[in-house]
């Protein structure tokens, strides 16, 4: 069985899917062009090298986190934000399929090993679902029963990425629980609204009095990934180890 490369590769990958996933938010579908599987684990990201320039005249390079599960094949997935003036995200939203770029991965320690994995609360704003995506797919592809809570926050209900596909995963697994929180909701909103930060204690404070061996994933902008990280260590004492980051701003 081949592993996982100890040092990131790079290789050639094929777009041979995408979608619009919001307003905002472009699903791209890679796959390696030699056919060789794509190894990584949930969690990790991949470096894309767009054929632009930097104000240094370099290749342009651009990070994501890889939105789907690992699962032994040539492809992987990727959920890119349109950046006002962004040439690397207006290039990928541009994009047919049949385009073919450089990659490097995978790169990255935010992950959670199944072998190891505890009941976790993930918290996420925008793209930053990606690596829960991945890691949450994982999971329940290979039977762990373990809870796993998923706050996402966003704006608007159109925002709200693989939002149909996370409802449907909560009403077929009963472990998994996912919770939106809107910043700007409509009226006749009937879930959670504000920033996800605002729920954080109320809902580790429940989850972590069921399983005190509770972790917190959190991944977003970096405001936010701050004012959690607070709300866990200074003001619910949580411990470091039990508290897993990544900013992707």
């Known amino acids: 069985m081949p592993t996982r490369p100890l040092v990131p590769e790079t290789f050639s990958a094929r777009l041979v899917e995408a979608r619009p996933l919001g307003p905002r938010v472009r699903h791209l579908v890679f796959e390696r062009v030699d056919q060789s599987p794509f190894l990584f684990e949930a969690g990790q990201w991949v470096q894309t090298i767009l054929p632009l320039q930097d104000a240094q005249g370099r290749p342009l390079r651009r990070s994501y986190s890889i939105a789907s599960p690992p699962e032994g094949t040539c492809r992987f997935e990727l959920a890119v934000t349109r950046v006002e003036d962004g040439p690397g995200s207006g290039f990928l939203h541009g994009a047919d399929v049949?385009?073919?770029?450089?990659?490097?991965?995978?790169?990255?320690?935010?992950?959670?090993?199944?072998?190891t994995a505890a009941p976790s609360l993930f918290i996420a704003t925008g793209t930053g679902v990606a690596p829960f995506r991945?890691?949450?797919?994982?999971?329940?592809g290979s039977g762990r029963t373990e809870p796993m809570w998923l706050l996402l926050g966003v704006r608007s209900p159109d925002e709200l990425l693989y939002g149909d596909e996370l409802s449907f995963l909560e009403r077929t697994h009963p472990g998994f629980r996912f919770i939106p929180s809107?910043?700007?909701?409509?009226?006749?909103?009937?879930?959670?609204?504000?920033?996800?930060?605002?729920?954080?204690?109320?809902?580790?404070?429940?989850?972590?009095?069921?399983?005190?061996?509770a972790h917190a994933y959190i991944c977003g902008v970096k405001k936010m990934l701050e004012a959690t990280r607070q709300v866990l260590r200074v003001e619910l004492g949580v411990e470091r180890k039990r508290v897993h980051l990544e900013a992707y701003d």
Request: no cysteine.
């Open 98 to 115: 049949g385009l073919t770029l450089d990659v490097k991965g995978p790169q990255g320690t935010f992950i959670r090993p199944l072998e």
């Open 134 to 140: 991945a890691m949450i797919r994982h999971a329940l």
């Open 182 to 213: 809107l910043s700007r909701p409509p009226g006749g909103w009937g879930g959670r609204s504000g920033y996800v930060q605002t729920h954080v204690k109320e809902l580790w404070t429940a989850f972590s009095a069921q399983h005190s061996d």
